[in-house]
């Protein structure tokens, strides 16, 4: 059985490596794995107009995160000028259906081993293969209120993750992940207003043994970082701030800026948002 499913892996890897090889400058290819079943995960590949890295963003991972989504949806029919791209938008379908976190088991806890439980280990499984051919992850997510790296109140706090850009480690190697979440931020944050709203950098600190954040040693950027030694990290808008649509403009910026930073460069189509309705949920 392990034989079979390594001759099917290996086989899909040269089918879709043929696939990406043979697109030309500026083309998109779409392919969809489990096709036909409950929990299909479509691929997005877009070949840049001019050489570069290969980064992979991914959204979707937990159902009740919609902007992580629909932000990148939107990115995946972006133009791509230098660079290339492998967009999975929606990563757990079931999930996003019913507007859950998860319907098993959390699938960005699935990443420190190779589970073989459930549906969601199978789509991890892909998710891990897919990562294997980029130069880097950028995961979208929503988190709740606000970060801060203090205790200012209930909804804004270092348990809370909402409007940051969430990093593993500042340095890890050769990678100074600190670095690029701040070059980032300083060209992204003067932009957005109110100041309350800006996106903090977030350092789990996820390998110290002192970290208030150990579960993130099963997430997908931890796997990144640590099995495929390219750079990871993940932008994470306020579930508090309830207008969608200015949560997806704030993460596709974030996501544009961040790709900017390693070399990719894209043209997102555009959207339109009203500025005058942004609102925060009470608590």
């Known amino acids: 059985m392990k034989h079979i499913r390594k001759t099917v892996w290996v086989s899909l890897a040269l089918l879709l490596c043929a ?29 840049g107009e001019q050489d570069g890295p290969t980064i992979m963003v991914q959204g ?36 996003i259906n019913l507007r859950t976190r998860q319907i098993n088991v959390d699938m960005n806890r699935r990443f420190d081993r190779d ?29 709740s209120g606000f970060y801060h790296p203090t205790y200012v109140d209930s909804l804004r706090n270092p348990m809370r993750y909402g409007q940051s850009i969430i990093i593993d480690a500042m340095v890890y190697g050769r990678m100074d992940l600190g670095r690029t979440v701040d070059n ?20 789990t600190r996820t390998f110290d043994d002192s970290t208030n954040y150990s579960e993130m040693r099963k997430s997908l950027t931890c796997y990144a970082l640590t099995a495929l030694n390219i750079p990871a990290l993940a932008v994470e808008v306020s579930k508090d701030i309830t207008q969608l649509d200015w949560k997806v403009q704030r993460q596709l910026e974030a ?18 948002y009203d500025k005058d309705k942004i609102k925060v949920k009470k608590s």
């Open 60 to 95: 979707g991972i937990q159902g009740d995160e919609p902007s992580g989504y629909i932000t990148a949806q939107i990115l995946s029919n972006s133009r791509v000028r230098a660079g290339n791209l492998i967009v999975v938008p929606r990563a757990n379908v079931p999930s």
């Open 255 to 272: 996501t544009e800026v961040l790709l900017r930073h390693y070399g990719v460069d894209v043209v997102p189509p555009a959207i339109a």
């Open 184 to 203: 980032a931020l300083a060209e992204l944050n003067p932009r957005i207003s109110p100041a309350s709203y800006r996106f903090q950098l977030f350092n």
């Open 115 to 143: 589970y073989n439980l459930f549906y969601e280990d199978r789509l991890a499984r892909v998710v891990r293969f897919l990562l294997a051919q980029s130069d880097g992850l950028i995961h979208l997510h929503e988190g």
């Open 19 to 47: 696939a990406s090889s043979a697109m030309a400058a500026g083309e998109r290819y779409e392919f969809t794995f489990f096709e036909g079943t409950q929990y299909p995960l479509s691929v997005v590949f877009l070949h």
